[in-house]
Each structure stands twice: as structure tokens, then as C-alpha cells.
């Protein structure tokens, strides 16, 4: 069973800044397989990311997703009003635990 | 436009059971897998159960196995969770999702969620 481990569980940063969330997978996973959500709540997911890489539709290009064997990275260029939320990296039935990006 | 509206939540007491609904429209249900998704109160999102297209195929959580099933209606565009012997950690919001993997060239990537479906488990 993979296990998904994501890294900073809080991440305090203020608009414009650039936002860096890791996920890291217990064993060697394909960067295929590999997707990133946002989370706000009372709202639904959102998907992000799949493919390590690849950016989801309507998904503005501040976001960008990228890593390989075990370790994958979700960057947020500059951060809008509207970023500030929880993120999930996602490899099968596997979700990590979650990044909360506050102001 | 893709939609999956969910159905059936609300407070049970525990070792009883209820009955979700996922009704879905704007895509073809019969051309994906589908998952639910939970999300307890101050935590993350848990995956619980998914079915393939046909419905021959079905994997649980191992949290849930045994006392929930998945099944789907593709004709009525239908996706169904039947929760039995509800525990209060069971207590979440759950949601019904597209998954989209097949056709992006990934394994599992859910692009279409529902709002969810509030189940409480409580005496």
C-alpha cells in the first residue's frame, strides 16, 4: 500500500508570494498516476493536476506540478486571494493528508 | 455539462444503515469507473469505494469493506453507496466523482465532483 506524505502541513504565506508543497510517496510510484486537488470548505475538490505535470482544464498557469519516483511538487507562482485552501496529492486510492495554504 | 448531484445523507444512529444516490448527466456513465470520497469533519479526503464501467468490478477501502457497497444503474444514470453497520467514524461528507484516468492517459484522476451528501452517525 502506497502511502502519500505531504509536506508543510501549514503554509503561511501573503498574496503574490510563491507557495512550494511537497508530496512524497512511499515507494516508487509512475508520475503518470500522480494528481493534485484544492480543496475550500463547504465546496467541492477541484481538480489541479494530473500526470505530475499536467494542468487540468480552465486551471490558471500559476499552477504547476512536477517530481518523479517519489517525490512531486505542487508550486504556486504568486499566490491570489482565491489560492488560500487545503491541497491534496492523490496516486490511486491514496490521498495525502493535506497542505493547508493560509494567509 | 458534466453534473453528479448526490442524495440520501442524514443523521443515523449507530449499526444502522443508509442508502446514497449519485445521479449523474452531461457525460455517458457507462464510459467510466466511478469513486465516492469522504471527507470527515477536520480531515482529509479518503477514498471508500470504486466501481468500473459495468459494474463487475468493484474495490473498497479496507476501513469500509463488508459493510458498504457500490453499485451503479447505468441505464438510469445512477451510481449508489449502501452503508450498513455505520460506526461514528464514518460520520463525513461523502462524495461521488468522475474518474477520468483512462482517458487522460493516467491511472486514476477524479476531474468532476458532486457537493456531497452530509451523513452524521450518532445516537
Known amino acids: 500500500e502506497i502511502v502519500l506524505t505531504q509536506s508543510p502541513g501549514t503554509l503561511s504565506l501573503s498574496p503574490g508570494e510563491r507557495a512550494t508543497l511537497s508530496c512524497r510517496a512511499s515507494q516508487t510510484v509512475s508520475s503518470s498516476n500522480l494528481a493534485w486537488y484544492q480543496k475550500k470548505p463547504g465546496q467541492a475538490p477541484r481538480l489541479l493536476i494530473y500526470g505530475a505535470s499536467s494542468r487540468a482544464t480552465g486551471i490558471p498557469d500559476r499552477f504547476s506540478g512536477s517530481g518523479s519516483g517519489t517525490d512531486f511538487t505542487l508550486t504556486i507562482s504568486r499566490l491570489e486571494p482565491e489560492d488560500f485552501a487545503v491541497y491534496y496529492c492523490?496516486?490511486?486510492?491514496?490521498f495525502g493528508q493535506g497542505t493547508k495554504v493560509e494567509i | 455539462e458534466v453534473q453528479l448531484v448526490e442524495s440520501g445523507g442524514g443523521l443515523v444512529q449507530p449499526g444502522g444503515s443508509l442508502r446514497l444516490s449519485c445521479a449523474a448527466s452531461?457525460?455517458?456513465?457507462?464510459?467510466?469507473?466511478m469513486p465516492w470520497v469522504r471527507q470527515a469533519p477536520g480531515k482529509g479526503l479518503e477514498w471508500v469505494a470504486n466501481?468500473?464501467?459495468?459494474?463487475?468490478?468493484?474495490y473498497y477501502a479496507e476501513s469500509v469493506k463488508g459493510r458498504f457497497t457500490i453499485s451503479r444503474d447505468n441505464a438510469k444514470n445512477s451510481l449508489s453507496l449502501q452503508m450498513n453497520s455505520l460506526r461514528a467514524e464514518d460520520t463525513a461528507v461523502y462524495y461521488c466523482?468522475?474518474?477520468?484516468?483512462?482517458?487522460?492517459?493516467?491511472?486514476?484522476?477524479?476531474?468532476?465532483w458532486g457537493q456531497g451528501s452530509l451523513v452524521t452517525v450518532s445516537s
Open positions: 466501481i468500473n464501467e459495468d459494474g463487475s468490478k468493484k
Open positions: 492523490q496516486q490511486y486510492g491514496a
Open positions: 466523482a468522475r474518474d477520468a484516468g483512462n482517458y487522460y492517459g493516467s491511472g486514476t484522476l477524479f476531474d468532476y
Open positions: 452531461g457525460f455517458t456513465l457507462s464510459n467510466y469507473w
